[in-house]
């Protein structure tokens, strides 16, 4: 059975299979399938409601989708924390990708969020201020769509060892497509070369995992790429992968 075959199957059976039929069975033929290949089912699936999330760390997932599908939709939380490189990166795939960039922000503003809850939130309750700048704006976002592509890869934590390509998001009720989740550093690193692929300024300068300026430091060399985020908070995920 070719990969055209699944993606035709799934379209005829859709009426009978809930998306959790859905996401076994794409999750056994597509493992070890390319990661366009990977795309191109999610996009032949679920067309219009189909979005990717990016933190504009890297266009790499973008210039992957929008190469398959043109003109999708990409959500970006706009935290009111980012580093003015990450918002540079941002304007820059609007210019650069045929992609539909929507910035997505939080109920309150930053000085809204310090009037009612303290200042320095992220601080004293990191998980917190993930929560409220993050994980619901990005919850409420991802409400009309079915499936949302994700750029995670089973090397960068040991919460992420387990991620399959296709999987049920439960906590949202959709699916989540992880086309890039079998990938190195290598193979990321290669593809950026090989595609003139935009990367957030902030990786010359030993930023190797971007997050909000707060909360990530640079990285010596021998470190863990991902050590700084929340460096001596105890923390790794900001919640939206959980």
């Known amino acids: 059975m070719t990969l055209v075959d699944i993606e035709v199957g799934l379209r005829q059976q859709r009426g009978a299979l809930d998306l959790q039929d859905i996401v076994e069975s794409a999750a056994t033929f597509l493992e070890g399938a390319p990661a366009r290949e990977i795309i191109r089912?999610?996009?032949?699936?679920?067309?219009?409601?189909?979005?990717?999330?990016?933190?504009?760390?890297?266009?790499?997932?973008?210039?992957?989708?929008?190469?398959?599908?043109?003109?999708?939709?990409?959500?970006?939380?706009?935290?009111?924390?980012?580093?003015?490189?990450?918002?540079?990166?941002r304007d820059a795939v609007?210019?650069?990708?045929?992609?539909?960039?929507?910035?997505?922000?939080?109920?309150?503003?930053?000085?809204?969020?310090?009037?009612?809850?303290?200042?320095?939130?992220?601080?004293?309750?990191?998980?917190?201020?993930?929560?409220?700048?993050?994980?619901?704006?990005?919850?409420?976002?991802?409400?009309?769509?079915?499936?949302?592509?994700?750029?995670?890869?089973?090397?960068?934590?040991?919460?992420?060892?387990?991620?399959?390509?296709?999987?049920?998001?439960?906590?949202?009720?959709?699916?989540?497509?992880?086309?890039?989740?079998?990938?190195?550093q290598e193979d990321v690193d290669n593809y950026i070369a090989d595609n003139g692929v935009l990367i957030n300024p902030l990786h010359y300068d030993n930023y190797p995992s971007i997050g909000c300026a707060p909360c990530t430091r640079q990285v010596a060399e021998g470190e863990d790429p991902r050590s700084g985020r929340w460096a001596g908070l105890g923390k790794v995920e900001c919640g939206i992968h959980l």
């Open 41 to 89: 089912w999610a996009a032949a699936t679920f067309g219009d409601r189909l979005c990717l999330t990016s933190s504009m760390s890297d266009a790499l997932l973008i210039d992957l989708v929008s190469r398959v599908k043109p003109g999708v939709d990409v959500l970006f939380i706009d935290t009111g924390y980012h580093f003015a490189e990450t918002v540079g990166t």
């Open 94 to 184: 609007q210019q650069v990708y045929d992609v539909n960039v929507i910035d997505i922000k939080p109920s309150r503003t930053v000085e809204e969020q310090d009037r009612d809850l303290g200042p320095r939130l992220f601080g004293r309750n990191p998980d917190l201020c993930c929560y409220l700048r993050k994980v619901e704006p990005l919850n409420r976002a991802l409400e009309p769509y079915l499936a949302w592509v994700s750029g995670i890869r089973r090397d960068e934590s040991s919460s992420r060892t387990n991620t399959k390509v296709v999987e049920w998001d439960a906590k949202r009720q959709m699916v989540k497509v992880n086309p890039i989740a079998a990938w190195t």
